[in-house]
């Protein structure tokens, strides 16, 4: 596997950095995409030289600090002196429900704080204008967008010193391999379109369905003789256990601010069918098939076009076309050299 960010970067820190994350969990336990795209910026931090080190906020399976792609982590039971490691710190990093009480110590102890944002909800935005973000990186250009209107409703509200897009990393070569014969569906819950997998395997019974359980949220599990659960599976493991049996995923999500699986999906050509959120219209580009979630019809029409040859090769080279397109090497090496010059 080739290096997250080529050893040409340009920037670079004058020394190796302290940089300490604050997440409320992460992999191999918790496999979602917020903590995957997460790792794949950390990950050229390390190869850079810095120390990166991930702080848990919540009490999990592990009991012992780990090493995961080259990070450590560090888990709530094994370990209780979080602001040491921020008093010590160069660059404090937090998303989601942890950045309310990094952004506290990041002021009281007068460190810079990067912000990862990774919806366009209300609080998110409140969080990141809640004042002492030195970075805030948004996953889209839609995402950066809707922050600009958020800043423009509330004036009064305080501006990242600098803001950078950075969309979720996805190292192809790390998950292409040979397409398999499934429909796939990653985290079936309602939200991800669970009712529309299990209203295709009704209506397709001698096609062959993967209904893999999500990281989150009620799952949606047809009793169907072709349908197939999958437990829960790590970030590390997709490419064989899912991927490699995927001829077509499916992402009939009411809410994606980007889609990191149907980009995972397209470094093997596998074509997405998908509902047309901002996110998704915007990650998948013209790669992407999209039908609104409550037209099964449709979307049972588009996999049964699929079944052709010749529509099959034409979507399967759009979506490496669109894999191509989307390398993260530019959007990490601007990544890093922003956590760079905070000190």
């Known amino acids: ?14 020394k190796p950095l302290r940089i300490v994350a604050r997440v409320h969990a992460m ?31 919540r009490y ?61 909800h209300r609080p998110t935005f409140r969080d990141v204008a809640a004042g002492g973000t030195a970075l805030a990186v948004y996953n889209s250009l839609w995402m950066e967008r809707e922050a600009e ?3 423009a409703e509330y004036p009064k509200s305080v501006r990242p010193a600098v803001r950078l897009i950075v969309r979720p990393p996805v190292f192809a070569a790390e998950y292409a391999t040979k397409p398999g014969k499934a429909i796939t569906l990653i985290n079936c819950n309602s939200e991800k379109g669970g009712h529309v997998l299990k209203a295709l395997a009704e209506r397709m019974p001698k096609q062959q369905f993967l209904a893999v359980k999500g990281a989150y949220g ?18 590390e493991d997709m490419r064989e256990q899912v991927y490699a049996r995927t001829r077509v995923l499916l992402m009939p999500s009411s809410y994606e601010s980007w889609g990191r699986a149907g980009c995972e999906a397209l470094a093997s ?14 990650s998948l580009g013209e790669a992407g098939i999209f039908v609104d979630r409550n037209d099964v019809d449709g979307y049972e029409a588009v996999l049964r076009k699929l ?9 399967a080279r759009r979506a490496k076309a669109r894999s191509a397109e989307l390398d993260p090497a530019v959007d990490l090496a601007a990544w890093c050299g922003a956590v760079e010059s905070l000190v």
């Open 307 to 315: 079944f052709t040859a010749a529509e099959y090769r034409l979507a």
């Open 27 to 57: 992999p191999p336990e918790h496999n979602a995409g917020a903590e995957h795209m997460l790792v794949s910026m950390l990950r050229p931090l390390v190869e850079r030289g810095h120390d990166v080190s991930v702080w848990l906020s």
């Open 1 to 14: 596997m080739g290096r997250a960010v080529p050893a040409s970067a340009p920037g670079g820190a004058a």
């Open 218 to 235: 009620v799952q949606i599990l047809p009793d169907l003789p072709n349908v197939e659960v999958v437990e829960h599976v790590r970030g």
């Open 269 to 282: 050509g596998i074509p997405v069918v998908a509902h047309p959120t901002p996110g998704l219209c915007e």
């Open 60 to 120: 999990g399976k592990a009991h012992q600090e780990y090493v995961y792609r080259g990070i450590k982590v560090i888990p709530l039971e094994s370990r209780l002196d979080f602001s040491l490691a921020v008093r010590r710190a160069d660059v404090l990093v937090a998303h989601l429900e942890t950045v309310p009480s990094t952004a506290s110590l990041a002021r009281g102890y007068g460190k810079p704080l990067v912000v990862v944002c990774h919806n366009t």
């Open 149 to 151: 209107l958020f800043f």
